[in-house]
């Protein structure tokens, strides 16, 4: 809590928290932002020019990995400080949905970047396409998939099993993302409970 105006006190006279902390509301924004550049970039790269295909999907891998990062970092934050409730007003169903869904974005966001971490990692070309993350410094594939024989991983077609597997994390990326800001909408301009000021700046 960064000061009063940040938090109301219950009936015991215990602090409750009417607002994320600075940290929260950071890194929620920038993982937002870095996810939004990022469904843009894989979007585009089939159309894009060739000799500009590579930059750009090397540009998505580095994107990915720092959205992994940060996920996770998100998610310790979380654990570490109460985020604050929701309206009282609310009925329990709908508290009930806001934090299922909260609970599967953070999933999908740890779980969208690792299957396309794994997709990488499967190339049949990996092991001699050193990968850098920003251009910046070398980052590592994961090992026990790149060092499979290629003859296993072509028989087992993981790099297109992974591939299918991301792109199919994304699809339900969008959904939920559709749905987590329609609900903060309809919160603000139709049930008049802003939702929107505990994560504003």
Known sequence: MNSHADSLADSTGTPVPTRY???AITLHWLIALLI????VLGLSADSLPDDWVRPVVDTHKSIG???LGLALLRVLWRVSH??????REFPSWEKMAAHVAH?????LMIALPLSGWLHDSAWKDAATHPMRLFNLFPWPRIGFVMNLDPALKESLHLHDRFGALHTWLGYALYALLAMHIG???KHQWIDRKSVLKRMVP
């Open 21 to 23: 902390t600075r940290t």
């Open 36 to 39: 939004i550049c990022n469904v």
């Open 65 to 67: 990995i720092t959205v």
């Open 82 to 87: 109460k985020p604050p409730p929701l309206p």
């Open 103 to 107: 609970f599967l974005l953070y999933l």
């Open 183 to 185: 609900g903060a909408l």
